[in-house]
Structure formats: C-alpha cells, structure tokens
C-alpha cells in the first residue's frame, strides 16, 4: 500500500481504540514500518553483496514484523506513553493493511506476508515477495485512504480529540 491509503484506512481502522491518543502519533505509526524498512533496503541495495543475496530495494523486513510491534507495545507499556502506545497502534495497522493488500492481484500472496509478519517464529528467511499494489488497486486505495485522511482532519464531526 502507498502513504495516504497508510494513513487514511490506517487511522480509520484504529479508531475505537485510539480516541484519547495523540493522533499525529497514530499517523506517525501507521507509516513507520515503511519509514524503517524503505531507507535500509535502498541503501543495501546499494551494495552488491546485498542485491545479490536477495535484498531488493523497497521489500519489507524488520519492522514489518510482529516483534517489531511487540518491541513498540513494550515500550508504550514500559514508558506508560500514549505517544508510544498511539504508535503502536498505528503500526499493527500497517502491518494488518500490508497483509491483506497482498490479496489484491495476481501475483501477490498473503502467506508470504505472514511469514515476514511472524518472523522469526516461522524460520529466519524473510520471503522474497513481490512489490505491493500497483495500477487500479493502489489508485483506488490511495484515493480511499485520502478521503479518509481529509474527513477525520477537514470535518469537525469526524475530528480526532486529539491531534
């Protein structure tokens, strides 16, 4: 999935559980996956150890596991944060939306999403999976997730308490 649908479906999705948490917080987990994982790959990619064992740019890895978000609930406990916790909360949406993205088209595969979410309780390899959305399926989710994205800031009815 792309940002705005990140943002938008993400922050929807979160919020019956997030109503008291900062949003701008959610917001920031519901992108920090991609935030992490993004920047690592491109720059392996860089190097030619790194392409040729599989390090592709723009594939998911550490933070688009389960134990990442484990790693976040502990500190948000931990800290006793609501910063911490609204960005752990973001960040299961993510991962929730990354994984049923992968039902969408023909070549994607949401066991292989599982896989990398579960590791490395499933093995230590991350999957070799194929790029996310593309074409109508990520312009219609981005489109979704900015109508989303502009409700909850641009109508007050819809407003987060918090921002």
């Known amino acids: ?9 993400g922050s929807l999705i979160a919020r019956p559980v997030s109503t008291n948490l900062p949003f701008r917080w959610l917001l920031v987990g519901t992108l920090l996956p991609d935030l992490i994982d993004k920047p ?3 720059a392996l990619g860089l190097f ?9 740019p723009g594939k998911r890895g550490f933070a688009h596991t389960a134990l990442f978000l484990l790693l976040l609930v502990a500190v ?21 939306l990354d994984t049923v993205s992968k039902l ?10 599982l896989i990398v979410l579960l ?7 991350f999957p070799t999976m194929s ?10 989710f981005e489109l979704i997730g900015a109508v989303f994205l502009i409700l909850q800031l641009g109508v007050a009815r819809f407003r987060p308490k918090t921002i």
Not at 48 to 56: A, D, I, L, M, S
């Open 1 to 9: 999935m792309y940002p705005l649908a990140h943002l938008g479906i």
């Open 76 to 96: 948000a406990v931990f800290r006793r944060s609501a910063s911490w916790s609204a960005c752990a909360i973001g960040t299961a949406t993510h991962l929730l």
């Open 104 to 113: 969408f088209g023909a070549h994607h595969s949401a066991s292989d999403s």
């Open 119 to 125: 590791w490395p309780f499933l093995g230590w390899d």
């Open 40 to 42: 690592v790959f491109f």
């Open 131 to 140: 790029y996310g959305l593309h074409g109508t399926w990520a312009l219609l």
């Open 48 to 56: 030619e150890h790194f392409r040729t064992g599989g390090w592709v």
